[in-house]
């Protein structure tokens, strides 16, 4: 189901003129005497008539009230007002006019203001007093949890939402055990706050969210999950691979809308597979299981990484510029570190094949979206696919905007089994160091 939101107009032209041109909406169809843009999942129409209705009120949302900045910065001559927050609607907009005098409004939401300090409801899952204490800062798949109340009294977050700073703050003093995720942010000063805190135990293999030099300094054990989500990973991003080279989602919405009237030559024609070239950034455990796939494909396999691997199948290490020009599809999979921050920004993007497709199941800031969205909207390479995001959970709307992406909503790792896997893992890492045993994974 969608829907369109139409008005007359008796000057389609000038319409066009404002909306495509002077807004920047995309004209999603040109029906003659209807033209019907996009603007992320809104569709606006307009129909000559024989008058203009100009009623109701038009409402772009954006996502923070630094993009309703930057659209006034670029509306001000339209705008009849600046933005401002409006209370009682828990908005931050500013209004304007199109030339046939309909109201247009540009905002986005802001969060209504809790009322006294932030509390989470913690709820202690198994009051027992001699036990150490461990915040689960997220509830995690039940067997694990059942393991941890073996030995921890686990005060859990148990609603859908994560913990905010203030929250973890309010919680971390009292425990000796914390078992987060990778949207936590486990900084110095969240650590400097936790003085009983023996072992971080991370329900990911990633932990570019703790300040592990700091946690070292402080004695404090830091843990992972690695290996048990490496196949679950690697099928992932082979399911953005092809979604991405093959147009898999803008097919799927096309025949929702009920366009498919027939086989036709030219439709959503992509990009191949077989017998093409993966490049492989970051050899470790998933870039390895992702390139063992890609020999079912035939493909020929080049990577990049740190170190000389030795996988079980045909690949050849190549420097990083070698891997941008030769690769049909990159897939990243090295970890975040300061070093690979921004490691695919303007210049090696420039490197890429135009009929590329670049996946990234890693990290989101190894790769400069703002960087990325401008070469995918320049058509610079063919098509990307997400599962992370360089500033999670947000998404910058011209990413949204765009045809030629496949976004996920980071699920890498999200199979019942995976996940399960994983709890079991960190739980047995957090009780391994109170134990006084060796952990599975032990960062520091
Ligand atoms: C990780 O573990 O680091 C993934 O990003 C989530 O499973």
Known sequence: MSGIIFFKTVNLAKIREFYEGRLGLKLWKDQGKCLIFAHGSLKLGFCEGQASETGGIITFVYDSPAEVDASYARFEKIATGKPEISEYYKIYHFWARDFEGRSLEFQCFIEPEKKGTEKAEISILNPDKAKPKLLLTRMIPENAVDQLKQVFEVHANTEPRNLSKAELLQHIPQMDGLLCLLGDTIDRELLDAAPKLRVISNYAVGYNNIDIDYAKSKNIAVCNTPGVLTESTADLAWALIMAASRRIVESDKFVRRGEFVGWEPLLFLGQDLHHRTLGILGLGRIGEAVGKRATGFGMKILYHSRTEKSPSYEATRVDLETLLKESDILSIHAPLTDKTRHLIGKKELAMMKETAVLINTGRGAIVDEKELIKALQEKRIFA?????????????????????????????????ATRAAMGEMAAENAIAIVKGEKPKSRIV
């Open 384 to 416: 990307a696919g997400f599962d992370v995001y360089e500033h999670e959970p947000q998404i910058p709307q011209e990413l949204l905007d765009l045809e030629n992406v496949v976004v996920l909503p980071h699920i890498g790792s999200a199979s019942f």
